[in-house]
């Protein structure tokens, strides 16, 4: 299971990733851990057939907490085998909140993506492309600045913040 989500969280650690595209990046393995939900018992086979394999190798025996009438500390979930207590209690359980995690993260990417391209149209990608074209010098932007009480940002590179130049509210001298 972590190895669908290693892609993702390698994909999210990026300085330089587009909003869009991590979107759409944990909707897709969001998706994914879904149908996996869904097919639980399908899967919960092959898994502990899988780790079961290991286990015979490493020499682990399989042992499975007690469980008792009136247990309020730990999930008491009645099985009748082993396969059937991990399922109930350690796998289901955790694709369920890895799943609603992961859904809660993308509604908050969803919602500042929605927010930062309603505003797209008004905020030019490349200011300083713009500010050579309409030939607009740094007084007149203070000018403007003073005038409009607006925080104009300006630099080499208007994507990078260690280049930008934020502009005081206050009157400047050139």
């Given at each position: 299971?972590?190895?669908?989500?290693?892609?993702?969280?390698?994909?999210?650690?990026?300085?330089?990733?587009d909003l869009s595209?991590?979107?759409?990046?944990?909707?897709?393995?969001?998706?994914?851990?879904?149908?996996?939900?869904?097919?639980?018992n399908d899967n919960?086979?092959?898994?502990?057939?899988?780790?079961?394999?290991?286990?015979?190798?490493?020499?682990?025996?399989?042992?499975?907490?007690?469980?008792?009438?009136?247990?309020?500390?730990?999930?008491?979930?009645?099985?009748?085998?082993?396969?059937?207590?991990?399922?109930?209690?350690?796998?289901?359980?955790?694709?369920?909140?890895?799943?609603?995690?992961?859904?809660?993260?993308?509604?908050?990417?969803?919602?500042?993506?929605?927010?930062?391209?309603?505003?797209?149209?008004?905020v030019p990608k490349?200011?300083?492309?713009?500010?050579?074209?309409?030939?607009?010098?740094?007084?007149?932007?203070?000018?403007?600045?003073?005038?409009?009480?607006?925080?104009?940002?300006?630099?080499?590179?208007?994507?990078?913040?260690?280049?930008?130049?934020?502009?005081?509210?206050?009157?400047?001298?050139?």
């Open positions: 299971m972590l190895s669908t989500t290693h892609n993702l969280s390698e994909k999210l650690k990026k300085k330089k990733i595209q991590a979107i759409e990046n944990v909707t897709s393995v969001s998706d994914l851990l879904s149908k996996q939900r869904v097919n639980a919960f086979k092959f898994l502990y057939a899988q780790v079961k394999e290991i286990a015979a190798k490493l020499g682990i025996k399989e042992e499975i907490p007690r469980v008792c009438r009136l247990q309020t500390a730990r999930n008491n979930v009645s099985y009748s085998a082993g396969k059937e207590y991990y399922r109930r209690a350690v796998y289901v359980p955790y694709l369920d909140d890895f799943c609603n995690s992961l859904n809660a993260l993308n509604l908050t990417r969803k919602q500042l993506h929605l927010y930062n391209t309603s505003f797209q149209n008004f490349h200011i300083s492309i713009h500010w050579k074209l309409l030939s607009i010098s740094k007084k007149e932007i203070c000018h403007i600045k003073r005038s409009c009480k607006v925080s104009l940002c300006c630099g080499k590179k208007s994507g990078v913040r260690k280049n930008l130049k934020i502009f005081p509210k206050q009157p400047l001298v050139l």
